[in-house]
Nanobody
Framework: QVQLVESGGGLVQAGGSLRLSCADS????????MGWFRQAPGKEREFVAA????????RYADSVKGRFTISRDNAKNTVYLEMNNLKPEDTAVYYCAAASRFALARQRADEYDYWGQGIQVTVSS
């Protein structure tokens, strides 16, 4: 069973930066395509970014393109989400997810099999 743990969230002012990390305690994360999703209060969970198994391809939601970067270090079994120029509307609980059935970057939540517990990101104006 994959156990994903997110870290790096917190409170930041608008225009600031944060880097989220996602690791698997069992060290198997390099076997999965990975994604980041977020859920703001009163809203549905939405796709943020995804990266293929090899790390060679990525996909982003239009709302974060040019500001967020997803990457992975398979040697460290860790996936990152670098978030720059943060806006108040980026405030949400961020979740990392692992897809066991696909090698390419995926955008739909139902394509992911394992989820982290989520981590809060709050951007103040």
């Amino acid at each position: 069973q994959v156990q994903l743990v997110e870290s790096g969230g917190g409170l930041v002012q608008a225009g600031g930066s944060l880097r989220l990390s996602c690791a698997d305690s069992r060290g198997t994360l390099n076997s999965y395509a990975m994604g980041w999703f977020r859920q703001a209060p009163g809203k549905e969970r939405e796709f943020v970014a995804a990266i293929s198994l090899s790390g060679s391809s990525t996909r982003y939601a239009d709302s974060v393109k040019g500001r967020f970067t997803i990457s992975r270090d398979n040697a460290k079994n860790t996936v990152y989400l670098e978030m720059n120029n943060l806006k108040p509307e980026d405030t949400a609980v961020y979740y990392c997810a692992a897809a066991s059935r696909f090698a390419l970057a995926r955008q739909r939540a139902d394509e992911y099999d394992y989820w982290g517990q989520g981590i809060q990101v709050t951007v103040s104006s």
